[in-house]
């Protein structure tokens, strides 16, 4: 996984400036994602906001918002399944209080190495409908097009409207697919899953005709 952590590990073994992977020396970045919020800072996640951004997905699973009941039986699990990504954090500049996470995983649609990305976006409940949400989609764009990922599988829950509305706004993404048992809501039942597809090879233009 990469973390803060291993990224200063990396930059710290490079002599003369030269950064391992170009994009390492752009991050972090301040932003201003909407008038509803003051500057947030994109950085790559630490270990404790890892944890947190573990604590966010069970909270929102318990609520059905856009992650399955008992999706994650544990943290370790989550650390798991997200093994290999890279991990980012939007974090409130003036407080550092960890605002969205954006993690940036192997696609499960992919059978093959590190080249298709699944991105995990989580909003901390109390700072949703602010932009954030949109603001962590056309990062994960960005940077996946960054660390060279060909491609981008979004799997959502049929139901989860924040995240249709944002995929729709953004555009340039295909409806693929839908899974009829996508996952499982707190009351018991099934909903479905919407596959959307991007290609990160053609620029943005093409991509939004
Ligand atoms: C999905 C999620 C990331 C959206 O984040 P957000 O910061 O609230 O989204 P934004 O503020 O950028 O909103 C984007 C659009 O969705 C709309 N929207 C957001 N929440 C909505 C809701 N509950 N109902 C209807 N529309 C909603 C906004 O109004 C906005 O549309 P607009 O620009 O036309 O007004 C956030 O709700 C979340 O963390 N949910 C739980 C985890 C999750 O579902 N992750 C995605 C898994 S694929």
Aim: glycine share 10%; net charge neutral; charged share 20%.
């Amino acid at each position: 996984m990469l973390l803060r952590q291993e990224v200063d590990e990396k930059n710290k073994n490079i002599s003369g400036g030269n950064k391992m992977v170009s994009f390492l020396g752009t991050l972090p970045s301040i932003e201003s994602v909407s008038s509803a919020l003051p500057a947030v800072v994109l950085d790559y996640m630490t270990e404790s906001q890892l944890t947190e951004t573990y604590h966010m997905i069970q909270k929102a699973a318990k609520y059905g918002h856009g992650f399955g009941f008992q999706e994650f039986s544990s943290e370790d699990d989550f650390r798991n399944e997200i093994s290999g990504s890279r991990c980012f954090a939007v974090t409130c500049k003036e407080e550092g209080t960890l605002l969205a996470s954006l993690i940036l995983a192997q696609s499960k649609f992919y059978r093959g190495s590190d080249q298709v990305v699944d991105p995990y976006i989580i909003v901390k409940y109390s700072d949703r409908c602010k932009g954030l949400g949109e603001f962590c989609m056309r990062q994960a764009i960005k940077l996946s097009v960054s660390f060279g990922y060909i491609a981008m599988y979004i799997d959502t829950f049929a139901n989860n409207v924040a995240i249709l509305r944002i995929i729709d706004k953004i555009g340039g993404f295909q409806q693929v697919g839908c899974l009829p048992v996508g996952g499982c809501l707190p009351c018991g039942k099934f909903v479905p899953s919407i596959i959307f597809y991007r290609n990160l090879l053609i620029g943005e233009e093409n991509n939004n005709t």
